[in-house]
């Protein structure tokens, strides 16, 4: 069994550094809006596909998944697009 991640655990991971070293200069599509944490299906698409142009996508999107983030678009993801990555992937181990 594999010990709980914690808000601490994330802050010192490297996903979360890289992360937080390609957004300090990008200018990113998430910086404003209600669909980034909107719960409405069809907003959460419009984010999705606003991230697809972003110079951060793929550090975002390794962030979000490895941190098990829940809540928002991230990466070009929906809550519920990494939660079946989740899925996919436990059942794969």
Do not use: H
């Amino acid at each position: 069994m594999s010990q709980a991640t914690t808000r601490d655990d994330v802050t010192e991971s490297e996903a979360w550094r890289t992360f937080l070293t390609a957004t300090s200069e990008a200018v990113t599509p998430c910086t404003g809006g209600e669909e980034w944490t909107s719960d409405d299906d069809r907003l959460q698409r419009r984010a999705a596909e606003l991230c697809q142009g972003c110079a951060v996508l793929q550090g975002c999107r390794t962030y979000a998944l490895a941190t098990g983030e829940r809540n928002g678009v991230l990466g070009g993801l929906t809550a519920l697009d990494r939660k079946r990555i989740r899925r996919r992937r436990s059942g794969a181990a």
